[in-house]
């Protein structure tokens, strides 16, 4: 008997109706004598609404009260799935994930699985029941409820499939599967068949919000194979998986932007060893991602300005912490909130030359100019302004013959 961890996403359990159906699909794979696990994700909107609510009560809200806050909406959702499967005529029930409990280790708001413990878990599914597990959080050691990042129910059943061994992870959204960019700012964009855990984690750190990276890495460690679907059709979906040669002669396999990023320059700082620490220190302290960054040569080896992007989220914190920082002198700050960076990805990169000539002419031909530009081995990622991010999109996968 195979077993097989079922994760629902916001928009797929978003409400009663949708909850119906998802518990159609899940009897489905009962019916079909498969051992069920369930994960579900809070009802779109509701995570959104907790957040909101934090924000009016503090603008610097206590990070283990906001997840305590913001894990409730799980609660409810898989309080609701286990409450249809038994009303249709199934075992079923839910669990919190303190109940099991799921074992986290890290900051609140950004914790990691570290174990789950399966005991109870395995007793109740060879009884035949149904469990349906909270996404999106745990407990650690000191008892207190954690969450694991934003969008982290995915990480929540790779972690369960790993620990309970599944034979097959496949996570329910509101598409039918991975495209080579988001469907739904793109037309064109095409159904991917299958993709390695690689491009898929890049993809995802560059702004694909169909996977949470952090998930996508647990699964490449865990060496966990996850089907991509739709909760609305029941279209085939798209496998994420480990490398395999003869995969494919593609060298592009998809493009990714990001919305809400602000470019920050500081102008006229001492060019001397340690600078660029003193400056980053204090923000990495107050946990703000700093993303691309570059340094100007300084021409007479005294001041330099050094330019790096960051959510704009933490524009106002950042401005703050450099302002404040007696380690540093500089001349001035200047930001720029209306900022994307748009990236391609692909392995075939590694071993075909002239990508970049490529990628940098096909943005050029439509006069987008680039503000910075970073590379990994199969990405490379150019910040533009926002306002040219469809075109720039729409210029690459032509050029990459994705459509
Ligand atoms: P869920 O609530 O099920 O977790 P998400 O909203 O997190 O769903 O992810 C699904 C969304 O991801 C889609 O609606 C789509 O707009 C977006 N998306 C971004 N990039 C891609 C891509 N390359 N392929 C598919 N979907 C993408
Ligand atoms: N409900 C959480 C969020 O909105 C977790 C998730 O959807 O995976 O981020
Ligand atoms: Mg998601």
């Known amino acids: 008997m195979k077993t097989v961890v079922l994760k629902f996403g916001g928009t ?43 924000k009016l009560i503090s603008d610097n809200f206590d990070r283990a009260e906001y997840d305590t806050l913001v894990s409730t909406g799980e609660q409810v959702s898989c309080a609701l799935i286990a409450g249809r499967l038994k009303h249709i005529g199934f075992k079923s029930r839910s669990w919190t994930s303190w109940q099991l409990p799921i074992l986290t280790i890290g900051p609140h708001t950004s914790a990691r699985i570290n174990s789950v413990r399966i005991k109870g878990l395995k007793n109740y ?34 972690m369960l499939a790993k620990f309970i061994k599944a034979d097959e992870c496949i996570i329910f959204t509101d598409v039918d599967g991975v495209y080579t960019t988001d469907p739904r700012q793109y037309k064109k964009a095409k ?61 592009i396999t998809g493009i990714s932007s990001t919305k809400n990023d602000a470019k920050i320059t500081v102008v006229g700082v001492k060019d001397r060893p340690g600078v660029a620490a003193s400056i980053f220190k204090p923000l990495s302290k107050n946990l703000i991602n700093v993303d691309m960054v570059v340094q100007n040569i300084s021409l007479d080896g005294r001041e330099t300005d050094l330019t790096f992007t960051i959510k704009s989220e933490d524009l106002k914190k950042t401005e703050r912490l450099i302002k404040q920082n007696k380690n540093i002198s500089f001349k001035k700050l200047s930001f720029d909130k209306g900022v994307s960076k748009v990236s391609i990805i692909g392995v075939g990169m590694i071993t075909t030359p002239g990508i970049t000539y490529r990628m940098f002419q096909a943005l050029a031909l439509k006069k987008i100019n680039i503000l910075v530009i970073s590379t990994s081995e199969i990405k490379i990622s150019v910040l533009v302004s926002a306002k040219h991010v469809k075109r720039a999109v729409a210029a690459l996968h032509k050029e990459f013959k994705l459509e």
């Open 125 to 158: 599914i060879r009884s035949g029941g149904i469990p349906v597990i909270t996404g999106f959080q745990g407990v650690n050691e000191n008892l207190r409820i954690t969450t694991i990042g934003r969008s982290g129910s995915d990480a929540t059943a790779i």
């Open 12 to 54: 797929s359990v978003g409400s009663i109706d949708r909850i119906k159906k998802v518990c159609k699909i899940i009897a489905f794979y009962k019916k079909k004598k498969y051992k069920v696990i369930v994960v579900s994700s809070a009802m779109s909107g509701v995570t959104n609404e907790l957040v909101s609510k934090s």
């Open 191 to 251: 159904k991917i068949k299958k993709i390695f855990y690689d491009e898929m984690l890049e993809m995802a750190s560059l702004g694909s919000k169909v996977m949470q990276p952090t998930s996508v890495q647990d699964a490449k460690i865990n060496n966990i194979d996850i089907e991509v679907k739709s909760s609305f059709v029941s279209n085939s979906g798209t496998l994420i998986t480990g490398y395999k040669k003869s995969f494919s002669d593609q060298i």
